[in-house]
């Protein structure tokens, strides 16, 4: 609780301008984990787009994950995530969906999303579902434009429990931008789900999972290409924290 009421906190600042959008690690338009509201090159009228990236992390044990990302008509993207665990013969996969239907054309301060995935964990172990509701809006922190997402949703499937809900809330930061010209975004997330139920590096499940890290898009200047690399820290404040580190390279059409 502590942890959330602490990132409620940073994401109460008046609004601002915050137009780069980029995939998580599971292959949506997000944070680290955290799917945003926003599509990927959102409000540049794009009836098209693909992203293709890769995350390696480590927090004792090693993961492979390279995603897909396809975004259509500025308001709808869909993809999947493949998720290799070294040396235990989990390789989980997973596809998901979004559609932004607010606004429902171009790029607005704020936006909501509602989104959903099919999970095949230890393929034939264990499927599960989640549907969710996503909420961005553009803010400013310490003069830093930030774009803020706010997630809750609901995992279905045989292993999880009735009662209980999803969240997630992180920012998108321009870090700096006097310094580093808007080639520099902190992200920052707390959520008490993981993308992948139960088998992700960010280790959600007991405690809850604080994620941190840096996103660098090299071509940020380029309006059809998209090339970014990524190093995160993630569950942070927990004695399970580990590295990750990745890239993303995509088009528009």
């Known amino acids: 609780?502590?942890?959330?009421?602490?990132?409620?906190?940073?994401?109460?600042?008046?609004?601002?301008?915050?137009?780069?959008?980029?995939t998580n690690m599971a292959g949506q338009t997000g944070l680290i984990s955290t799917p945003s509201a926003?599509?990927?090159?959102?409000?540049?009228?794009?009836?098209?787009?693909?992203?293709?990236?890769?995350s390696y992390a480590n927090n004792g044990r090693t993961y492979n994950a390279p995603n897909v990302n396809v975004a259509l008509f500025d308001r709808f993207e869909m993809g999947g995530v493949f998720n290799a665990v070294e040396g235990s013969g989990n390789n989980d996969f997973m596809l998901h969906g979004k559609l932004r239907f607010s606004p429902w054309s171009g790029r607005g301060n704020s936006a909501l999303a509602i989104g959903g995935n099919y999970q095949?964990?230890?393929?034939?172990?264990?499927?599960?579902?989640?549907?969710?509701?996503?909420a961005t809006y553009e803010a400013s922190f310490f003069g830093m434009e930030a774009d803020t997402?706010?997630?809750?949703?609901?995992?279905?499937?045989?292993a999880t429990r009735s009662g209980d809900l999803d969240f997630s809330m992180g920012f998108d930061l321009n870090f700096f931008p006097g310094v580093f010209n808007g080639y520099v975004r902190w992200l920052n997330e707390i959520a008490n789900y993981d993308y992948l139920y139960g088998n992700a590096p960010t280790r959600a499940g007991s405690r809850g999972a604080f994620n941190t890290g840096f996103r660098i898009p090299i071509l940020k200047s380029m309006s059809n290409l998209k090339f970014d690399i990524n190093v995160k820290m993630t569950d942070a404040l927990d004695?399970?924290?580990?590295?990750?580190?990745?890239?993303?390279?995509?088009?528009?059409?």
């Open 120 to 134: 095949s964990l230890e393929p034939g172990a264990l499927t599960v579902g989640q549907v969710y509701l996503a």
């Open 38 to 54: 926003r599509i990927a090159w959102e409000g540049n009228n794009s009836n098209a787009a693909v992203t293709a990236g890769y």
């Open 239 to 253: 004695d399970e924290r580990g590295f990750a580190a990745g890239a993303v390279f995509g088009a528009r059409f």
């Open 1 to 22: 609780m502590k942890k959330i009421l602490a990132l409620a906190t940073l994401a109460a600042f008046p609004l601002a301008l915050s137009a780069y959008t980029s």
């Open 149 to 158: 997402s706010v997630v809750l949703g609901k995992t279905f499937g045989s």
